[in-house]
């Protein structure tokens, strides 16, 4: 009995502590099932939490690409229009003929005419009439056809209108506008809805290049959604970082030069620059080519221009072009006069354009340098060739925007400007932009090549000068050849155009008389920076004005005032003029671009013309107002400057406002005329703009914590404020300057709808809006 009753006790026993301990091996599993449960749920809430921004970013730039860059509005319910092919074979052509002004003969040009179902168009243009529509209609897709399948394709423009139910009879009201080649894009769909049934439509061609042929036209096309899927990837990358910039609070991150990462992302920014100033070269412009024949009659002052010319003279050891003035040019009353030179040409006489006359030769006038640094050694390589006008401007380029950035980045250390890095990196890539250096290299002309030079050695100058004067107590020794540097680049700016020298020289001279007077240093460590400064400079300079004198017998006369150009320099006043002052601010700062309803949707205009009692140059001009970072010159405060940055921006903008004066009585009204000081303008305001944007708080508040959060936020919110404009002004200006890209050019040949027209409607799809 006794047993039994011991046996059931150990059994209630052992029953009791086997429940007790499951009842903890299972709150102990339980409780590591939930917490690993738990876990795998946060981690998952955390990858939705970085996902969702992302994900909605995508849907919402994908619905504001169906909305704004898709034909979703000529696609939608276009099932309801009936198709229907148009006769061209019964078109009417109106006669477009014009009447000679003096003698009030009509002038003969070529019409258009019907050729079986299709139109020939000639060069001059023509309005093609369809009628017999009769239905109501939404869109009208045209299609064009080369004359000869050989010949390159050509730019087409025009207009559409239509005579429907609405304004009928006999009126018509323009529908749409349209841009198009003879090459892929040689087909269209254009607006067309009418208001009850269409009756007639009106297609204008405008002048082109080449002839072509209208070879159908359709009503009511079928239409598929078409989707810019490349706006949509460009939206979603630009949304993306702007969240990323907000949300990782990227705006209060200051700019570390010893950081490898902000290094690398700022070379790449350089490196992708460089390689869209390739790309303009190589594919947009490559029907240019980048050599020339030579030697070669041509003379176009593109490719066959005065240092082509200079270079038969000096294998010929000439320093006169070979070429002579006719007789009758010489014994002229004024062959500086352009109405004498255009008399003289009516009558067969052949006579070249922007050259110097003088002593009865023909001279070169423009700077030298250009042609020592490209032309004498291509020749040299390729003896029967010089380079295109294209390449010798894409060579500055590509040397000039890896100048830009060191400038850039020198110049905040100099000045221990506290930049933020994002703004700072955007600030280098607008840089380039903004001094219209991708514009210039797309002109790619003769006048380009001197001025593009000028702006590299100008950049390299005040580079060198910066980085001379900051790194003597580190690096002593280097310091001397950034002094010949500097020296050296001062006299081939000075080779290139003498004028580009003045506000760069104004900028920098404070900063070289501090250092004259500075007694930290040495007497020693002074006369040996002047003197590696000073040789270089003044042999080149001796130099140039040696050239001069060997042409001109004058060391200082380059030729300016006895140029054969669309006027008289010589009659050029240099005095004060207050209507020339006026005339300045409207031209060179406020005036505004045309505006368009096609791609690049700006261009150019022509200045606003005066004579003041003389010809007076006037062509293609913007005011400087119309690029954005030039706005933070009216943001500049003293009391964010250092004492000797303050001098130099002083100097450097009153040097800048003379020379343009100038440049405006010396040269009149053309945009790159101001193109010889907007390197220091850009400059100034982009440091103007580092300095107002600077982060608010110290950099351990980067990573706020409790105890400052609430002046982190005031700070940053701060630092917000101030951060938003300065980047839509460097966004802006790179958007801005890069659509000029696509305008207007001062010489046709460099216009890209005419050089690459299918190229150029590419980059139209992709920034076109609607269709």
């Not at 042929?213 to 359709?218: C, E, G, H, I, S």
């Not at 009353?333 to 009516?346: K, V, Y």
């Not at 070169?364 to 020592?372: A, H, N, R």
């Not at 830009?404 to 905040?412: G, R, S």
Request: with cysteine.
């Amino acid at each position: 009995m006794r047993n039994t009753k011991l046996q059931k006790v150990s059994e209630i026993v052992s029953e009791k502590v086997s429940a007790k301990i499951s009842d903890k091996l299972s709150e102990k599993v339980s409780a590591k099932i939930s917490e690993k449960l738990s876990d795998k749920l946060s981690e998952k809430n955390n990858a939705i939490r970085k996902i969702l921004p992302f994900a909605t970013i995508f849907v919402v730039t994908m619905l504001i690409t169906i909305a704004f860059f898709s034909n979703l509005y000529l696609a939608y319910n276009s099932r309801d229009y009936a198709q229907k092919p148009l006769t061209l074979s019964r078109a009417i052509i109106p006669d477009l003929s014009g009447y000679n002004e003096q003698t009030g003969e009509k002038n003969n040009s070529e019409q258009a005419r019907v050729v079986g179902n299709s139109v020939y168009i000639p060069t001059s243009g023509a309005d093609v009439i369809l009628s017999g529509i009769n239905a109501n209609t939404k869109a009208l897709k045209i299609e064009l056809q080369q004359t000869t399948p050989a010949t390159p394709a050509t730019f087409v423009t025009g207009t559409l209108e239509i005579e429907d139910f609405g304004i009928a009879p006999k009126a018509f009201t323009l529908t749409d506008s349209f841009q198009m080649s003879t090459g892929k894009h040689n087909t269209k769909v254009l607006r067309f809805e009418s208001h009850g049934t269409a009756y007639k439509a009106k297609l204008h061609f405008n002048q082109t290049g080449a002839p072509f042929t209208l070879k159908a036209v359709t009503a009511n096309p079928p239409f598929a959604l078409h989707i810019n899927f490349a706006m949509w990837a460009i939206l979603f990358v630009a949304s993306s970082l702007i969240f990323l910039v907000y949300k990782k609070k990227w705006y209060l991150l200051n700019y570390d030069r010893h950081n490898l990462a902000q290094n690398i992302i700022f070379w790449a920014a350089c490196a992708i620059l460089m390689g869209f100033s390739l790309y303009l070269c190589f594919i947009v412009y490559r029907g240019h080519g980048i050599r020339v024949p030579f030697p070669s009659d041509l003379y176009d002052r593109v490719n066959g221009n005065p240092y082509t010319e200079q270079l038969k003279a000096w294998k010929s050891n000439s320093l006169a072009l070979l070429q002579q003035p006719p007789k009758e040019l010489v014994e002229s009353a004024n062959p500086f006069s352009w109405g004498e030179r255009m008399d003289l040409g009516s009558k067969g006489l052949s006579i070249p354009w922007d050259v110097v006359l003088h002593n009865n030769h023909y001279y070169c006038y423009f700077g030298i340098v250009p042609f020592l640094l490209t032309y004498l050694p291509f020749n040299l390589l390729f003896p029967h060739a010089v380079p295109s006008a294209i390449l010798v401007v894409t060579v500055f380029a590509v040397a000039i925007i890896p100048s830009m950035f060191a400038l850039l980045k020198e110049v905040v250390e100099f000045f221990a400007i506290r930049a933020n890095y994002c703004l700072f990196l955007l600030s280098a890539v607008a840089f380039p932009f903004g001094c219209l250096i991708f514009y210039l290299q797309s002109s790619a002309s003769l006048y380009y090549m001197p001025l593009l030079s000028a702006i590299l050695f100008g950049v390299l100058f005040v580079y060198a000068s910066l980085k001379a004067v900051r790194l003597n107590a580190t690096h002593p020794r280097a310091q001397y050849a950034l002094f010949a540097l500097a020296g050296v680049s001062l006299a081939l700016q000075c080779g290139s155009r003498p004028n580009a020298c003045i506000p760069v020289v104004a900028f920098i001279a404070p900063l070289f008389i501090a250092l004259l007077f500075d007694a930290k240093r040495s007497i020693v460590n002074r006369v040996a920076a002047a003197l590696s400064f000073l040789v270089p400079a003044i042999a080149g300079v001796a130099g140039i004005l040696t050239y001069n004198y060997l042409r001109f017998k004058s060391f200082f006369n380059f030729g300016n005032e006895e140029q054969l150009t669309n006027f008289d320099l010589r009659f050029n006043s240099k005095s004060f003029d207050p209507t020339k002052i006026r005339d300045i601010i409207l031209n060179y700062f406020l005036k505004p671009f045309n505006i368009s309803e096609n791609f690049p949707y700006i261009s150019i205009p022509w200045a606003n013309n005066q004579g003041y009692g003389n010809s007076f140059y006037t062509h293609m001009i913007f005011g400087l107002m119309m690029i954005p970072l030039f706005w933070w010159l009216f943001m500049m405060r003293r009391k964010f400057m250092q004492k000797i940055e303050y001098i130099m921006t002083v100097t450097g903008l009153v040097a800048s406002f003379l020379l343009l004066y100038v440049n405006y009585c010396l040269g009149g009204n053309l945009y790159r005329y101001y193109c010889d000081l907007i390197i220091i303008f850009i400059l100034i305001a982009i440091m103007s703009m580092l300095h107002r944007s600077a982060p608010c708080i110290k950099d351990d508040f980067v990573n706020c914590d409790k105890d400052n959060a609430k002046d982190c936020d005031i700070a940053g919110e701060s630092s917000l404020r101030l951060y938003i404009p300065a980047v839509l002004c460097a966004t802006l200006t790179i958007v801005i300057v890069g659509l000029l890209v696509f305008s207007n050019h001062t010489e046709p040949s460099a216009d890209i709808q005419n050089v690459n027209p299918d190229l150029f409607l590419k980059w139209s799809d992709l920034f076109t809006i609607g269709r």
